[in-house]
């Protein structure tokens, strides 16, 4: 079972709109794999993957980013969506809590 923090801002001093998701994947397989299908989802993107994955997208940009790892297993991490545009925003957000849904069932699954 994981625990999910979802919050929403929308900042004035600076136009943007801001959504944040906090969850935990198991396995850091399972992470890697999450990664992955949405590095594939976006890839027509500017994309950046240093320490996390950091994704350009007009008018805004997404970040995946761990929060705390121990020897491999409970990854807990963090999705922030920012954009200037509430509706692209909100939909980019919606793609990729999409692709995590996905990704938990299948390992569920397994």
Not at 44 to 54: A, K, P
Request: aromatic share 14%; net charge neutral; hydrophobic share 35%.
């Amino acid at each position: 079972m994981s625990n999910t923090i979802l919050k929403y801002n929308n900042s004035k001093e600076n136009n943007l709109h801001k959504w944040e998701f906090e969850d935990i994947f198991e396995e850091i397989k399972t992470y890697e794999r999450f990664l992955n299908w949405i590095s594939g989802e976006f890839t027509l993107y500017l994309q950046e993957d240093i320490d996390y994955l950091n994704i350009h997208f007009p008018n805004g940009w997404f970040s995946i980013i761990i929060l705390d790892s121990n020897n491999n297993n409970n990854v807990h991490f963090k999705i922030e969506v920012k954009s200037k545009c509430f509706k692209k925003g909100a939909q980019i957000f919606s793609k990729v809590k999409s692709i995590l849904t996905h990704i938990k069932k299948i390992q569920i699954q397994n």
